[in-house]
């Protein structure tokens, strides 16, 4: 067992790679083990890990259905049998909605940060290559979008759009790609006039080949490190649009909504908002852990 | 000041000076900005699944109502013409009538927007006031236990739910230990009692001489200034940590260090005032972002500011209202970011 372990260790760790897989393997393996050194950005990762784990097996965990009412044991406090975290004004288990929850907390982040930098991706690798007057207007309207109080421009897409989870999230990834457009463009800047572009060039590629396949894949590190730090953000602001009733509608579980929900009750039965309130703040505290790690991982320039 | 009079003195005089067209360039930006700021709101509003006619007349108006209605509200005209009236509109001070109270959108947010000044400013200088110091002890005494300290505070910031730290905030120093005051301004029995000049409540109590307002407006602020003042602080914090750490390595110190200067007056009078222009920006923006901010703590608090405002027109589909209300937030922005840019441009002579 330790002899093989240690085979695979020497494979990874060789200075001389046989294949350009093996050195893409050996790259991400050293960059796991300085990760690995780092015990806070770990203790996010098992967080989130646990989250998915949490996420995918919901039924299978959550004592009993987070949409049934059972009106006779309503605002149970923490600790009651069989109602660990207590019960909601409609004798819902909150356990079971936090649990549930966390489908949706995941679906929303999941899907921002599929959006926002792909776009953000898109207009700063363009407007990098390609220069002058599309360069120009595409950064205008960068600057106007960032000039935006994000919160606030949330409210008004979600006001014409209407309130939900999916207008929610395309108002989140309307509000959030401008610095990652401005990232890409920087990158796109420091790459556009290198050697290996301009070998490429001769050899006939053409921009749109230059720019998906050889600048998109450079500023991929960059872009995974903002997003992950923006995770946090992002879950924050799911949470206020639902807290204000913009995101997920009820009886959806959604933990801002759980919050806005036990806010009436605050001042005699506290755990009602408490405790989604908590499972918000873990989970963007891992990420904002997670995101710490793998910037020092993927980007050592910048310092803490 | 004397210094910046002789340093322009040695250069050879231009025909204009720099500023002018360096100014010429920003109020340019600036006007981009905001007219494209404005193409924003403006498309938001024609999206909006709400009819701006209907609204006005009612359902039960007849169709020849509609149609003259259609027509005064210029709707029948091309989409860059509406953007036209709109533009022509707002730079009057005009954003229509609130559909909810019938009275000039305008007006309503002269008459909100104060409170929230005052909440955002009590905030930031909350976060200064503790902010700075904290950033610059956990840079000079990097990795010790306040430099640990800053990192969870800033750190726990970054990841709390703002309404939801509000709403513990109420229930422990208000529902439990009764030290400050509830929602909103005052308590019920002092609304209304001084006049209001300046619109906000701590100023406006002073000038009147009223203390017992004065107190009770003060223990009523201060929870929800605190809330975005520990925002705030977490932000400046950080920064001010990063901008020292990287004074305290330059080589200029190390000189002072040798020459036998005490440690106090390298970090304050060396290291410090050289990162005060990039504080200002910082500070500049921290407040931008307070002015935001303010909107989910208005609703926690039950603070009639433009947050409290936004929302509830947003709630009852008053679309004038929404719109109004997110251009004057978005102009603000975008003013604050333009001065702290300025500021920086005028002030670190590196930049011009």
Redesign the interface.
Known sequence: MSETQTGWRDWLLTDTPQSRNQARLAALFQGWLSFRSNPMAMFGLGILILLLLMAAFAPLLAPHDPFTQDLANRLKPLGTPDHPLGTDSLGRDILSRLIYGSRITLYIVTLVALIAPVAGLMVGTIAGYTGGWIDLGLM??T???L???????A????????AGIENAVLAISLTAWPPYARIARAETLTIRNSDYISAVRLQGAGPIRIITKHIWPLCISSLIVRVTLDM?GII?AA??LG????GAQPPSPEW?AM?SEG?RF??DH?WV??M??LA??TV??A???LGDGLRDVLDPKD?? | MAAEGQKTEGRPRALFPRWIGQTGITLG?IA??ML??LF??FI??R???IDPVLAIVGERASNEVYQQVYQDLGLDKPLLVQFGYYLWDVMHGDFGMSLLNARPVSEDIARVFPATLELATLGTLIGVFLGVPLGVLAAVKRGSWIDQIARVVA??G????????G??G??VFY?ILGWVGGPGRVGIFYVDVVPSVTGMILIDSMLDGNWTVFRDALSHIVLPASLLGYYSLAYISRMTR?FM?EQLSAEYITTARVKGMSERAVIWRHAFRNIRVQLITVIALSY??L???S??TE??FAWPGIGSY??TA??S?D?NA??G??VV??LV??LL?VFSDLLYKFFDPRAQ
Do not use: C, H, Q
């Not at chain 1, 807290?243 to 913009?246: A, E, K, R, S, V």
């Not at chain 2, 970054?158 to 730290?165: A, E, G, V």
């Open positions: 205008r309207i600057d106007i979008f000039a935006f109080p994000r919160l606030v421009l409210l008004a897409f979600v006001a014409a759009l209407g946090a924050l949470a206020g807290f204000l009733g913009l801002g919050i806010r605050i001042l506290w908002a408490t989604p309130g918000i703040f963007s505290l990420f904002n852990l310092e803490k | 930006s981009f900005t494209g700021l924003v709101t938001i509003g999206v909006m699944p750190l726990v970054y990841s709390m739910p703002i309404f939801w730290l709403l513990m109420l229930l529902g990063s750490l931008a972002g002015l935001e901010g909107v989910l609703i926690i936004i929302t947003l709630l589909a679309m929404v719109l209300g997110t937030v978005g922005f975008v970011n």
